[in-house]
């Protein structure tokens, strides 16, 4: 008998960055039963697994009643990494493939990967890298459609200070002449970035570097709607029916792309009730999600 698991694990990404993580697992029969049974690796957005409300939280504990495991990782992106210029976007699949390889090795051979926000996005550059042959699914919340625009279209909205364009041009002077090998890299304040005042709410920070691999103009990787066709695994797509985040629009432009790109295995759910996080209606978003990944093992099952 396996017993039901809270885990505390650590492990090293290819480059040596360290990733803790923790594992949810209910009780089986076996490890054979344990390893052939789903298990969702949850990417979070900006502020980690720990510190995170909603999804991050939650959704481990919903799922595992359910009978569904879960490893939650801290990418380099996590809590303060795009502010003191270690969450670099391009290099944070690195993470989510350690943690993929960690699994398949100790067994997993249902593996989905859930990405929240920020981590959906993350998750999607992952995919069209290449999934490992065990990653049956990708589960993608409140993605938008790409990380520079929306970030444009948001500091536009409230008139931020500085302007998007004049952070752009000063990026692009402090990481002369190479931004991935530059040492010169600074912190940056961008006021009214959320909303109309000078309060630290409506603030964000970041570092030059961080900015330029993940909202700059030159971010071409965190621009999902022009990679995401590449994607040929399984995708589900779940939406708060009111997020104030990520429009409608934004992922119901990604669904289309995957639909012309010939992905079939690629739909969307909106979550009623729900704003940018979908465990806002929490029975909703577990039958949700638990159903597809049900769904898609047993199709899989019949094809393979």
Not at 71 to 96: K, M
Not at 177 to 183: H, R, V, W
């Amino acid at each position: 008998m396996v017993p039901r698991q809270r885990k505390l694990y650590n492990f090293n990404a290819p480059d040596g960055f360290l990733i803790n993580a923790v594992l949810v697992s209910g009780e089986f029969r076996n490890k054979r039963d344990l390893h052939n049974a789903p298990i969702v690796l949850i990417v979070h957005g900006v502020l980690g697994h720990f510190l995170a409300r909603g999804t991050p939280r939650l959704l481990p504990n919903a799922l595992v009643e359910r009978g569904i495991s879960s490893l939650s990782i801290n990418t380099r992106l996590a809590f303060t990494g795009q502010i003191f210029g270690g969450g670099i976007f391009d290099d944070s699949v690195r993470d989510i493939d350690a943690a993929i390889d960690a699994l398949a090795e100790e067994g997993f051979k249902k593996i989905y990967v859930l990405g929240w926000s920020l981590g959906a996005n993350i998750t999607v550059y992952y995919a069209v890298r290449g999934a490992h042959k065990n990653v049956k699914g990708i589960i993608l919340e409140g993605c938008s459609s790409s990380l520079p625009l929306s970030h444009k279209r948001r500091l536009d909205k409230w008139q931020s200070i500085p302007s998007y364009e004049h952070i752009y041009e000063i990026a692009k002077k402090v990481l002369k002449p190479d931004p991935s090998e530059t040492k010169n890299d600074r912190i940056f304040v961008v006021y009214r970035a959320w909303g109309p005042s000078f309060d630290p709410s409506d603030c964000e920070m970041f570092s030059y570097r961080t900015w330029w691999y993940m909202r700059s103009p030159e971010a071409q990787n965190a621009k999902t709607n022009e990679i995401i066709a590449a994607v040929k695994v399984p995708v589900l797509f779940i939406h708060g029916e009111h997020d104030d985040v990520v429009a409608a629009d934004e992922v119901n432009e990604l669904l289309g792309i995957l639909k012309k790109a010939g992905n079939r295995k690629a739909e969307l759910r909106f979550i009623p009730g729900a704003k940018h996080d979908c465990m806002e209606n929490p029975s909703f978003t577990v039958d949700t999600v638990v159903e597809w990944i049900n769904k898609s093992a047993v199709g899989r099952k019949k094809k393979d």
